[in-house]
C-alpha cells in the first residue's frame, strides 16, 4: 500500500483532487466508484472547481456509488443519491444517467443487487475507487464480518454505523436499519483505490488496516492485498 501522509484536513483533500484530477485527464472514459461521509466533501469542492476552471470533464465518465441506504427517496436530504447530487453532479458535466447508485427503494432488493453488480461488470469494472472508513473498519457498507467473496448485498446496519451516521438524520429513530453496498469483491476488482483516512477518531482503525492481520473482522484489512492502493491520510502511524 502506498501511503501519503498529508498535514490536515485540507491538504487531504487537495491531495486527493490531485489524484482524481489524473484519472480524468489520463483515462478516456473513466468508470469511477464514488463515496460519500463527511471525508471526500472537501475533494469533491475542489473537483468543482477544477471543473469550472475548464481542467477536467465527467462528460466521458461513468460513475458507480458504493452504497445507499434502503428506504430513503433520491430527495431525502440524507440519501446518497441526494449528497451525490449536491456536493458534485449538480455541478459538473455528469449526465444523470451516466450516474449510478444501488437503488434502495427497489421493490425487489437483491434483484437490484443482482442488476447493480452486473452494470459495473459489464461496464469493465471501476477504474478508480475512492473509499472513506468508517470507525469500525468498513469501507462502503461493508460491516465487519462481511465474506472478502462478497459482490452487491443487502446489509443490516451496526447499531455503532447508524449512531455515527444520525448526525445526518434528525434522529436516530429515522436513520435506516438496512442499505446496499458494493461487496467486498466488487471493491477488490477495481483497478485502482484512494482510501481517505482523517481524523483521530479513525487512528485506530486505520493501524489495524496497515499493519494488523488481514481479517474480515477488520474489512478495509482486504486493501493490503489489492495490487493499486493508495491511502491519502493526515495520521502518523
Ligand atoms: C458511511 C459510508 C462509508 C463512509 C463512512 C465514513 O458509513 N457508508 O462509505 O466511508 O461512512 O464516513 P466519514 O467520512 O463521514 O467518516
Excluded: W
Excluded at 46 to 57: A, F, H, R, T
Excluded at 110 to 139: M, P, R, S, W
Excluded at 164 to 179: G, Q, Y
Amino acid at each position: 500500500m502506498n501511503i501519503i501522509k498529508v498535514e490536515n484536513k485540507e491538504a487531504l483533500s487537495i491531495k486527493a483532487k490531485e489524484m482524481f484530477v489524473d484519472v480524468l485527464q489520463n483515462t478516456v472514459a473513466p468508470i469511477l466508484g464514488l463515496a460519500t461521509g463527511s471525508t471526500p466533501e472537501g475533494m469533491y469542492k475542489l473537483l468543482i472547481e477544477s471543473y469550472q476552471n475548464g481542467d477536467i470533464s465527467f462528460k466521458n465518465a461513468l460513475a458507480f456509488n458504493l452504497d445507499e441506504y434502503v428506504g430513503l427517496a433520491p430527495d431525502h436530504p440524507a440519501s446518497y443519491r441526494y449528497y451525490m447530487q449536491h456536493k458534485l453532479y449538480n455541478h459538473v458535466d455528469t449526465k444523470r444517467m451516466n450516474t449510478f447508485l444501488p437503488n434502495g427503494l427497489a421493490e425487489d432488493l437483491d434483484a437490484e443487487c443482482i442488476t447493480y453488480e452486473k452494470h459495473i461488470q459489464e461496464a469493465g469494472n471501476l477504474d478508480f475507487l475512492v473509499l472513506g472508513i468508517g470507525e469500525n473498519g468498513h469501507i462502503g457498507f461493508n460491516e465487519p464480518g462481511t465474506s472478502f467473496e462478497s459482490r452487491t448485498h443487502i446489509v443490516t446496519l451496526t447499531e455503532n454505523t447508524r449512531e455515527v451516521n444520525a448526525r445526518f438524520f434528525d434522529s436516530i429513530d429515522e436513520v435506516p436499519t438496512e442499505a446496499l453496498t458494493m461487496g467486498l469483491g466488487t471493491i477488490m476488482d477495481a483497478k485502482q483505490i484512494m482510501l481517505l483516512v482523517q481524523g483521530e477518531r479513525k487512528r485506530e482503525i486505520l493501524k489495524k488496516v496497515i499493519y494488523g492481520e488481514v481479517t474480515e473482522e477488520v474489512p478495509a484489512s482486504i486493501l493490503q492485498k489489492h495490487p493499486n492502493v493508495t491511502i491519502i491520510t493526515d495520521l502518523d502511524v
